[in-house]
């Protein structure tokens, strides 16, 4: 069976520190994979999704990247964090176009 | 561009009743949904889906309808249980995915 790792699962940084979380997916090949941050209390924004090794769309421009340096792994960096980027950061993947997203555990991030 | 939102912010039910989210979608290309439930601190988890080719389908105590004509999608739970209080989402999508803001169920004992 398929299942999706992220870690850590809750961290807390100062302002203008990196980041880097990282999502992992056993179980399958080529997957399509997600970055979503949803803010307390609120809905799910979606950050990045990949559809290939390298293959990296972004949807929101910010201080965020994504990179996938193999075909089931997917980090989320920045280089120097704001307040802003305060949230529940969570990766998703699915099999390809128009099949079930399945999401990660979720990692909290508080930038202080 | 596109949008998923939902009519309701938080939905307030009693025990034993059925409850009914209901969510408006503004692409009229998309041809597949889904709902997800989250609970506090957790990720969402899949709930039902459904492919634009089908008004209706069910699942166990869950029934997702969907009506393309007015871009309207609903998830109707029957006999709430106090374990079905969570927030619950729509999304639309092919290759990325985009969510509403979601509905709060509380179920009231």
């Known amino acids: ?112 | 561009g596109e949008s998923v939102g939902l009519h309701l912010p938080t939905l307030s039910v009693q025990e034993g009743d059925n409850s009914i989210i209901n969510c408006a979608y503004s692409n009229s290309a998309s041809d597949y949904f889904i709902w997800y439930k989250q609970e506090s601190g957790k990720g969402p988890q899949f709930i039902i889906d459904i492919r634009s080719n089908m008004d209706k389908r069910q699942g166990q105590r869950v029934t997702v309808l969907l009506n393309k004509t007015v871009k309207h999608l609903s998830l109707q739970i029957a006999a709430t249980q106090p374990g079905d209080s969570a927030v619950y989402f729509c999304a639309e999508g092919t290759y990325k995915y985009i969510f509403g803001t979601g509905t709060r169920l509380k179920v009231l004992a």
């Open chain 1, 1 to 112: 069976s398929q299942t999706i790792h992220q870690w850590p699962a809750t961290l807390v940084q100062p302002v203008g520190s990196p980041l880097s979380l990282e999502c992992t997916v056993e179980g399958t090949s080529n997957p399509n994979l997600y970055w979503y941050r949803q803010a307390a209390g609120r809905g799910l924004q979606l950050l990045f999704y990949s559809v290939g090794i390298g293959q990296i769309s972004s949807e929101v421009p910010q201080n965020l990247s994504a990179s996938r340096p193999q075909d089931r792994q997917f980090i989320l960096s920045s280089k120097k964090l704001l307040l802003s980027d305060s949230g529940f950061y969570l990766c998703a993947w699915t099999p390809g176009s128009g099949n079930t997203i399945y999401f990660g555990e979720g990692s909290w991030l508080t930038v202080v």
